[in-house]
């Protein structure tokens, strides 16, 4: 229950993410200006919301997780196959949280989007060539995201994090089929024992029985 709950919260809030996370990705039509406008400011707004909401998040964060961990605690054939793929795209779907969305976060927020670091690689560049060294004495000049694709790969890392969820979904649901139909194999593996045990019972009781009436129709015959 524990996973289902974080799962489904985290799909909540990716899905109120998707008005802004759909003209960037999915639409033909040109993305306006504006747009971009409007979700660099709700962005601002998330990375900048009071200590209690991140709180919440990383809570519900270690909710799912410690589900896991319990249901991998003395695991059957069962736990290790599904709950252990859960726990690794778990993993995987917190990996981007941290790498992607955290740092995109603080990019937006901050405003510069790597034109401090570009300005600096650029220096050292211009200075490399002016003193006639080579471009590998002093590094390769990192490659900068600008304004709209910093946003794009916010977005990109949002659909990464739902289909890594939706993995998380699909394969507790498939264990709780699997579980299922095991354990209606196993009921009906019972009711046929019980089902040839009760019939072994009644031949036994009506094998004495028939014996004796065999027996009794003989001693009459032989009386008269």
């Keep these: 229950m524990p996973i289902y709950i974080a799962t489904c919260f985290f799909l909540g809030i990716i899905f109120s993410l998707f008005p802004y996370d759909y003209p960037l990705l999915w639409s033909t039509a040109p993305t306006p200006p504006s747009h971009y406008d409007y979700l660099e400011a709700h962005l601002r ?29 003395k695991p059957t054939e ?12 778990y993993m995987c779907g ?25 300005a600096d690689a650029a220096a050292a560049a211009a200075a490399a ?6 471009e590998d004495d002093v590094g390769s000049v990192q490659q900068v995201l600008g304004r709209e694709d910093s946003m794009k790969v916010l977005a990109a890392s949002n659909t990464i994090l739902a289909l890594v969820l939706i993995g998380v979904l699909v394969l507790q649901a498939g264990q709780w089929y699997a579980d299922r139909k095991s354990q209606q194999e196993a009921e009906l593996i019972r009711k046929k024992e019980e089902e040839s045990a009760e019939k072994d019972r009644t031949d036994k009781d009506t094998s004495p029985k028939t014996a004796r009436q065999s027996s009794s129709s003989a001693a009459s015959k032989k009386k008269q």
């Design 45 to 73: 707004f998330l990375h900048s919301s009071p200590p209690l909401i991140p709180r919440i998040l990383h809570i519900v964060i270690a909710v799912g997780l410690l589900g896991l961990m319990m249901k991998l605690y």
């Design 129 to 134: 060539a002016a003193s006639g060294e080579s």
């Design 94 to 118: 917190i990996t981007v949280y941290i790498a992607n969305i955290v740092k995109g976060l603080r990019i937006v927020t901050e405003g510069d989007y790597g034109a401090s670091a570009a």
């Design 78 to 89: 069962s736990n290790m196959l599904f709950d252990g793929a859960s726990l690794v795209l």
